[in-house]
Structure formats: C-alpha cells, structure tokens
C-alpha cells in the first residue's frame, strides 16, 4: 500500500457485528434500517441518539418501532418532524421516519471507535446483521489495523473494512443516485450490473442472478424493475 505523511487523513469504510447491540437485534427480525447520527453515551452509561428508520412501508416501521420500544435496553422513543432529517444522508427505502431514543449506551460499539480517535464521516446505516461505518483517522495504516484488532478483541466484533482512502482525495462514486433504493432493490442492481446483464450480450440471464440471490426469478425481475423505475425519475 501507499505509505502516507503524518498530515494525511484518512477515510474508511467497514462493516460491524457486535454482540448485545438492540439496533442490530431488531434489524436482524425485520426488514428495517437505521441511519445512526452518532452515539454519544454519559458518564451514567444512558444515551440519546438521532435515528432515521427506513423500511418499504410505514407497517414496516410500525413494526420494527413495536421491538424497540419493548427492547430492555431501551428507555423511550420519540417521534420528530421530517424536517429535522439530515438532507445530506437521503435514507434509502419508501417510508421513514425521524426519532430520538434514550437507551442503553453501553450496548453500543461507537466510543471504542470514537476514543481510538475514529471520527464520523457519515450516520452509521444499520441494517440486517451489520453496521455500515464510514470514519475518519489521522492514524497510519498499520496503526488503524492494530486498533481495529483491539476492537474486535475487546467488543467480541466482526469488522470487515470496504475501502480505505486518503480523505483529501475524491472517492469514485456512481453517478446513479442508488442511495434512494431499499436494501433489497439495490442489491438487486449491483449484482445485475456487477454480473454483466446490461451488457450485450447479457453475461448472465435474470434466473441465474435470482438463483444466486435465492429468490424466484419473478421477484428478481420486480425488485429490478422497482429499482430501474426510481433511478430513471430520479435521474431525470
């Protein structure tokens, strides 16, 4: 890898598990996600957090709200106006909603990132059995991996890094505005992209990526159509 000066920063992309996380319990029982706006826990162990829950349908989020609000680790749940949601983080999904929860902090993973210096980049996107997390580090390469290691021996998590790069530095991005689609819609279309369907000739056909997805063939065809359907009105 590139060595780096001591005046770089850097940014960082992973994925995280960790045991006892109440977010991560409910987003494991139910289609829902959660954009995190930072974790910040006091000195009693309690904390606030600014939520946004997206799902496909609001039933969704009613349910996935039914687990939080019974989950021991958390404490209340309030309701807020869309107008406080952070526009520079569109959620992905059909239905939202904008929330602030008092809970347990000490369930959660982000002070043994932000103590280590790691800072937010973006909000934390939750969803099924991981956490997406982008962050800064002043740190070098090999000292972020050391501190990742700590963390994963200290929290018992499982941290697959996505990408590093220098922050001074554009990352290459897609110009679709795929941030918009659910989780399962964009899945959907970066394999089929990833795969090779738009090509021509296709490079694989709708029943092979379903097969690989392990849905039926006609519920590939419609999470792709959804998919195609957004990106070309929000593209236009």
Not at 3 to 25: K, N, Q, Y
Not at 61 to 84: C, F, G, K, P
Not at 200 to 207: D, I, M, R
Request: charged share 25%; net charge negative.
């Amino acid at each position: 890898m590139d060595a780096i000066s001591s005046d770089d920063a850097l940014r960082l992309t992973f994925d995280v598990w960790h045991p006892g996380c109440w977010v991560l319990e409910v987003t494991e029982q139910i289609d829902v996600g959660f954009l995190g706006y930072g974790v910040y826990t006091r000195d009693d162990g309690q904390a606030t957090t600014h939520f946004t829950t997206y799902a496909d349908t609001q039933a969704t989020i009613e349910e996935a709200l039914d687990l939080v609000r019974a989950h021991s680790s958390v404490h209340s749940v309030s309701e807020m106006t869309q107008q406080y949601r952070q526009q520079d983080f569109p959620a992905p999904g059909n239905a939202r909603r904008e929330l602030l929860v008092e809970h347990d902090g000490t369930t959660q993973i982000s002070e043994a990132f932000t103590s280590r210096g790691f800072v937010y980049a973006e909000p934390g996107d939750i969803h099924g059995e991981s956490e997406r997390w982008t962050v800064f580090s002043t740190d070098d390469r090999s000292m972020i991996r050391a501190q990742l290691d700590d963390i994963r021996d200290q929290e018992g998590a499982e941290i697959a890094i996505q990408s590093i790069s220098r922050a001074d530095r554009t990352v290459p991005g897609d110009s679709l505005p795929i941030d918009q689609l659910t989780h399962r819609q964009r899945e959907v279309f970066q394999l089929a992209r990833k795969r090779g369907y738009y090509r021509q000739p296709k490079e694989t056909s709708a029943g092979e990526l379903a097969t690989e997805l392990e849905i039926t063939t006609s519920t590939f065809h419609e999470h792709l159509h959804n998919a195609e359907e957004k990106l070309l009105d929000l593209s236009y």
